[in-house]
Nanobody, 117 residues
Framework: VQLQASGGGLVQPGGSLRLSCAAS????????MSWYRQTPGKQRELVAT???????NYADSVKGRFTISRENAWNTMYLQMNSLKPEDTAVYYC????????????WGQGTLVTVSS
């Protein structure tokens, strides 16, 4: 599975951005996809997850502001980010969990989101 994240950029506090993650390869094996984010000196943080049955889960820090969604065939995953705050500034990574005989993680290259006035 190959993942390509896009959509990052500079936005003012209170603004919105939509991130996309395009998946290719053996996408029919994907069981869940997630967005993570990371800032310098900190561990990568789980932001949101969407599963095969489209159930979703969010970090407390983004609940009510971010929405994760996907195309039915796992071709593309999205993260709609509203009411952005400076503390949302990070490199955002998309992740896919593929299950064959054991779970395997795949990562995109990351896209930078900067929230600043």
């Amino acid at each position: 599975v190959q993942l390509q994240a896009s959509g990052g950029g500079l936005v003012q506090p209170g603004g919105s951005l939509r991130l996309s993650c395009a998946a290719s390869g053996t996408i029919f094996l994907i069981r869940s996809m997630s967005w993570y984010r990371q800032t310098p000196g900190k561990q990568r943080e789980l932001v949101a997850t969407i599963t095969r049955d489209s159930s979703t889960n969010y970090a407390d820090s983004v609940k009510g502001r971010f929405t994760i969604s996907r195309e039915n065939a796992w071709n593309t995953m999205y993260l709609q980010m509203n009411s952005l705050k400076p503390e949302d500034t990070a490199v955002y990574y998309c992740n896919a969990v593929v299950f064959t005989t054991t779970p395997e993680d795949y990562w995109g290259q990351g896209t930078l989101v900067t929230v600043s006035s």
